[in-house]
Structure formats: C-alpha cells, structure tokens
Nanobody
Framework: QVQLVESGGGLVQAGGSLRLSCLAS????????MGWFRQAPGKEREFVAR????????YYADFVKGRFTISRDKAKNTVYLQMNSLKPEDTAVYYC????????WGKGTLVTVSS
C-alpha cells in the first residue's frame, strides 16, 4: 500500500522560503505522477504542482508559478516542493499526492507564513 509522509512545514516570514519533502513507500515510486495540493482553513483543497514519473514534466498552479519548484529524487523516493517568496496567502496544510488508479494522500504538513 502506498504511504506518503510529508515534512518540512513550519512558520516562516513573508518573503522567506521552505522546502517540503514527501517520502513515498509501499509502491513503485518512479512509476507514478506525484505532486502537491494545499488546503487553507475554510477553503477547498487546491492543486499546487505535479511532476511526471521521470521528473521531466512539471505543471504548476498559476498562483505559484515563478515561486515554487517541484522536483523528485528517485534514489531517495522523495518529491520536493521548494517554496520561495512565500506570501501569507500560501498559509495552508500541504499534502503530498500520488496517483495510480486512485488518489493517495499524505497526512499533510502545515505551512504558516506570517506578515
């Protein structure tokens, strides 16, 4: 069974940076598209970024283009989200995501951006 564990969240000032990590286990990690979603209090979960199995293709939500970078390390079974120029509106729980026949989710890591 696929398991996803996020880490790297925390409190950061506006304009700062964080790198989130998602460690995948229980499946053929490199076979699947993975990515990140986030959910702010009182809002629906929204797409942030995704990356192809090879890592060659990436796609981002408009609101993070130019600020966030998704990458993956096959040797470490890990997907990263480098978040730069953080804004208060980026405050949310960030969830790692993997899709095969269904969507798989991590438990989330909280990112809080203070103004």
């Amino acid at each position: 069974q696929v398991q996803l564990v996020e880490s790297g969240g925390g409190l950061v000032q506006a304009g700062g940076s964080l790198r989130l990590s998602c460690l995948a286990s229980g499946g053929t990690f490199s076979t699947y598209t993975m990515g990140w979603f986030r959910q702010a209090p009182g809002k629906e979960r929204e797409f942030v970024a995704r990356i192809s199995p090879s890592g060659a293709s990436t796609y981002y939500a408009d609101f993070v283009k130019g600020r966030f970078t998704i990458s993956r390390d096959k040797a470490k079974n890990t997907v990263y989200l480098q978040m730069n120029s953080l804004k208060p509106e980026d405050t949310a729980v960030y969830y790692c995501w993997l899709i095969d026949d269904i969507n798989h989710w991590g438990k989330g890591t909280l990112v809080t951006v203070s103004s």
